[in-house]
């Protein structure tokens, strides 16, 4: 299979798991996750493998940022609520950075033949989404569905930091 295409590949299935859960369970907008999925995230996903060959900390770094500022902030027009506690949005916004580096920057490391981090990677974010998918889909009130799905997505995210750490010191 060509590199490009298993690079978006790896990157739509990251996509995937938090716009299954963003724009499917909780806006019920399935036909509009598939579509936003198929030609946004396709593009980002091909911007990142365009930037493979820059230094590792700055294509993390450029992905986070095109994906917070300009797609988050500028495009969706989410920007940061100035009247969130410090805590709120430091979990949201960083863990809205690393999300779009994960689509973005990831598959640059799961397509590095010298990199050992892909099992644990893996595990922990199949085991951290199952939970996060679970407990949401149990949550008998839609407001509680919702903060849980979001704050754990994020969470999540921030906590691959770890995997992106230990990438970038080789």
Request: glycine content about 12%.
């Amino acid at each position: 299979m060509n590199r490009a295409l298993r690079y978006v590949l790896i990157g739509l299935f990251f996509a995937t798991v938090v716009e299954s859960i963003n724009m499917g369970i909780l806006a019920g907008d399935w036909g509009g996750m598939v579509s936003t999925i198929l030609v946004v995230y396709s593009f980002f996903a091909y911007l990142g493998y365009l930037l493979r060959n820059t230094r590792p900390l700055l294509h993390l770094v450029v992905m986070g940022l095109i994906g917070l500022v300009g797609i988050e902030w500028v495009l969706i027009g989410t920007p940061p609520r100035l009247g969130d506690s410090f805590l709120t949005l430091f979990v949201f916004e960083f863990g809205i950075f690393f999300y779009w580096a994960t689509v973005g920057f990831a598959p640059r490391m799961f397509l590095d033949e010298s990199w050992g981090g892909r099992r644990g990677f893996t595990r922990f974010y199949v085991a951290w989404f199952a939970v996060v998918y679970l407990v949401g889909l149990f949550a008998t009130r839609g407001d509680i569905r919702f903060v849980f799905m979001q704050v754990a997505s994020a969470l999540g995210h921030i906590l691959l930091t770890r995997f992106y750490v230990g990438y970038l010191r080789g």
